[in-house]
């Protein structure tokens, strides 16, 4: 019968497995059909080819059965003007289906989509879907007011969801949260990354280096001299008798005093440099008249950092007064570890600080 144009097959208990295989070849012939009703039979699934040779179908009838999504390609039924899946199991319309009903409303100067019955999905997901249905020219039923499942399972309908760019700020507003203060986290810890890295350069390549071997950083037994001692010439007194008697005596390190060990005709810029060189630990005594009076005192400092290397990143040691603290020149605060600054209460060699001094030049 090919001249027929109206076939009703609805609640024949269509066998589903003949449908979803061979329904293509069901209609084949029917090129002249128009209108199809294949309600009430319990379908879940069509051959995506049912409609193939069917271009002339205007109406299709498809409520009551089990259908999770449109079961043909509509392409091929490019003059179809009413689509009943009324009581179907239907979700969501996909973005390629909208935009293939919206070409047939466009192509047909009109088009009606029956949706009854279907429980769709309103939830964060299908903001798109829903939006689609507020501005679609595609004609539904119920004023498109569907019943719908949101994200957290609550029944509702999608009249309710009038403004759906608060809805949208709901949906996405805590994981944009989340995603700030994540991004937050992450710029503050490379903050902090980069001002160790920048603070403590050489003590993280030095401890870089000492976990794959010891053999990187040396000992005091590498060097000639195990502590040197800048001072202000006016000041001898205490780095020349206390410092160095407990150093020596106590400590059992050998030190470099310019006052003792130089003779007065020795260049004291480059026997300054090699004695740094040479040892082990550089004690800086830093007071007011060092800081402020002495010509030496930033030729010392700069001589020092220039020493310091990841194989003995503990090398500088300042002795500093506690008023004084925040003075310390930029070039060496910045390299020295905030461990090896010690304040002291003037030139009183006590208890804690003699602690604080072998903990330092020792170990």
Same mark, same amino acid.
């Given at each position: 019968?090919?001249?027929?144009?109206?076939?009703?097959?609805?609640? /024949?208990?269509?066998?589903?497995? !003949?449908?979803? /295989?061979?329904?293509?070849?069901?209609?084949?012939?029917?090129?002249?059909?128009?209108?199809?009703?294949?309600?009430?039979?319990?379908?879940?699934?069509?051959?995506?080819?049912? !409609?193939?040779?069917? $271009?002339?179908?205007?109406?299709?009838?498809?409520?009551?059965?089990?259908?999770?999504?449109?079961?043909?390609?509509?392409?091929?039924?490019?003059?179809?003007?009413?689509?009943?899946?009324?009581?179907?199991?239907?979700?969501?319309?996909?973005?390629?289906?909208?935009?293939?009903?919206?070409?047939?409303?466009?192509?047909?100067?009109?088009?009606?989509?029956?949706?009854?019955?279907?429980?769709?999905?309103?939830?964060?997901?299908?903001?798109?879907?829903?939006? *689609?249905?507020?501005?679609?020219?595609?004609?539904?039923?119920?004023?498109?007011?569907?019943?719908?499942?949101?994200?957290?399972? #609550?029944?509702?309908?999608?009249?309710?969801?009038?403004?759906?760019?608060?809805? *949208?700020?709901?949906?996405?507003?805590?994981? !944009?949260?989340?995603?700030?203060?994540?991004?937050?986290?992450?710029?503050?810890?490379?903050?902090?990354?980069?001002?160790? #890295?920048?603070?403590?350069?050489?003590?993280?390549?030095?401890?870089?280096?000492?976990?794959?071997?010891?053999?990187?950083?040396?000992?005091?037994? /590498?060097?000639?001299?195990? #502590?040197?001692?800048?001072?202000?010439?006016?000041?001898?007194?205490?780095?020349?008798?206390?410092?160095?008697?407990?150093?020596?005596?106590?400590?059992?390190?050998?030190?470099?005093? $310019?006052?003792?060990?130089?003779?007065?005709?020795?260049?004291?810029?480059?026997?300054?440099?090699?004695?740094?060189?040479?040892? *082990?630990?550089?004690?800086?005594?830093?007071?007011?008249? !060092?800081?402020?009076?002495?010509? *030496?005192?930033?030729?010392?400092?700069?001589?020092?950092?220039?020493?310091?290397?990841?194989?003995?990143?503990?090398?500088?040691? #300042?002795?500093?007064?506690?008023?004084?603290?925040?003075?310390?020149?930029?070039?060496?605060?910045?390299?020295?570890?905030?461990?090896?600054?010690?304040?002291?209460?003037? /030139?009183?060699?006590?208890?804690?600080?003699?602690?604080?001094?072998?903990?330092?030049?020792?170990?």
């Amino acid at each position: 019968m090919p001249g027929l144009e109206a076939l009703d097959l609805s609640r /024949n208990q269509l066998p589903n497995d !003949f449908m979803s /295989n061979f329904g293509d070849r069901l209609f084949q012939k029917l090129t002249n059909l128009q209108q199809l009703e294949l309600s009430f039979n319990s379908l879940n699934s069509l051959s995506s080819k049912t !409609f193939l040779y069917n $271009r002339n179908l205007k109406e299709l009838f498809l409520a009551g059965n089990r259908f999770r999504q449109i079961p043909f390609n509509l392409q091929y039924t490019p003059n179809l003007r009413v689509l009943d899946l009324r009581f179907n199991d239907l979700i969501t319309l996909t973005a390629d289906v909208r935009y293939s009903l919206e070409k047939l409303a466009t192509d047909n100067k009109g088009f009606n989509l029956y949706l009854e019955g279907n429980i769709l999905s309103c939830g964060c997901h299908d903001i798109q879907f829903l939006l *689609w249905m507020k501005l679609t020219i595609v004609n539904m039923d119920l004023d498109r007011n569907y019943s719908c499942i949101d994200t957290d399972g #609550v029944s509702r309908y999608t009249e309710i969801i009038t403004d759906l760019g608060a809805y *949208w700020r709901q949906c996405t507003g805590e994981s !944009f949260l989340w995603f700030s203060i994540i991004m937050f986290c992450l710029m503050f810890i490379g903050f902090l990354l980069c001002f160790f #890295v920048t603070k403590y350069k050489t003590y993280i390549i030095s401890g870089l280096l000492n976990s794959f071997s010891e053999t990187f950083l040396k000992k005091p037994s /590498n060097y000639e001299i195990g #502590v040197f001692i800048g001072y202000a010439d006016r000041d001898y007194q205490f780095a020349c008798h206390d410092l160095m008697q407990f150093i020596e005596d106590t400590l059992g390190l050998t030190t470099f005093i $310019r006052d003792r060990d130089l003779s007065p005709s020795t260049d004291l810029a480059s026997a300054t440099v090699q004695a740094i060189d040479r040892s *082990w630990r550089v004690l800086l005594v830093v007071n007011e008249t !060092f800081l402020s009076r002495d010509r *030496w005192f930033l030729f010392i400092c700069r001589a020092a950092t220039s020493a310091l290397t990841s194989a003995n990143p503990k090398r500088i040691v #300042v002795l500093v007064e506690h008023q004084l603290r925040h003075r310390l020149p930029a070039e060496l605060s910045r390299v020295v570890l905030e461990d090896n600054i010690v304040v002291s209460r003037g /030139n009183l060699l006590d208890y804690e600080l003699k602690e604080n001094l072998r903990t330092r030049l020792v170990e």
